[in-house]
């Protein structure tokens, strides 16, 4: 079983960047798609950008498309989420998951428990 543990989140100014971390508290990411989903309060959670296990493929949201990039370093078993230019509505909690069953969606097997950004205006 994969157990993830996200980081890197916090209060930025629009127009900001973060480095978002994500690590396997146990276990290992390899074989396995890694993505980041987000979600605001009182929305549903969304997909925001996957890797495949070797970095070969991304994908992104369109909202988020030209501002955030996602990589993989498997020689340290982590996932980043570069998120750059950030917007006020990219403010929500920020999730890595594992093993997507649907590429460009949040179906996926396991999940850490979230990172804070927060943007403001």
């Known amino acids: 079983q994969v157990q993830l543990v996200e980081s890197g989140g916090g209060l930025v100014q629009a127009g900001g960047s973060l480095r978002l971390s994500c690590a396997p508290s146990e276990g290992t990411f390899r074989g396995y798609t890694i993505g980041w989903c987000r979600q605001a309060p009182g929305k549903e959670r969304e997909f925001v950008a996957a890797i495949s296990w070797n970095g070969g493929s991304t994908a992104y949201a369109d909202s988020v498309k030209g501002r955030f990039t996602i990589s993989r370093d498997n020689a340290k078993n982590t996932v980043y989420l570069h998120t750059n230019s950030l917007k006020p509505e990219d403010t929500a909690l920020y999730y890595c998951?594992?093993?997507?069953?649907?590429?460009?969606?949040?179906?996926?097997?396991?999940w850490g428990q979230g990172t804070q950004v927060t943007v403001s205006s």
């Open positions: 998951a594992a093993k997507s069953h649907r590429w460009g969606a949040c179906d996926y097997d396991y």
